[in-house]
């Protein structure tokens, strides 16, 4: 399966600018529909990727693999749960720190096309021969 790196680069702006406002306005609500979203992207389901192939029309020059991205949204649902785990036992160093690690990855990536779950998934791929 492939991915348009444009459309990937877009989801994680509007990840990053969903996250930033989850720690502006503490909203359990919008951490959970993100939560949401990491959970259908890590499936190939990613509603910000569509959103983007809705409206950008132009075919992509370039495709990737998909799964270092699919690898990264796990990863970034992993966060987002334990955020959510955080909100719910009033852990709120937990709560905070989990979503801000999520916003971090996806500011690296929004901002400077550097996915840290994507090369994460590639340093598994080299060190574990059974994951190739």
Known sequence: MQADPRALRFAATVTAAVLALVLVTDSVWLLAAQTAVFALGAVGASPYGMVFKGIVKSPPRDLEDAR????AQLVGLAFALAALVGHATQIAPLALGATAAALFAAFLNAAFGFC????????IRRLLPAAR
């Open 116 to 123: 840290l779950g994507c090369e994460t998934y590639l340093i």
């Open 68 to 71: 270092p991205p699919r690898f």
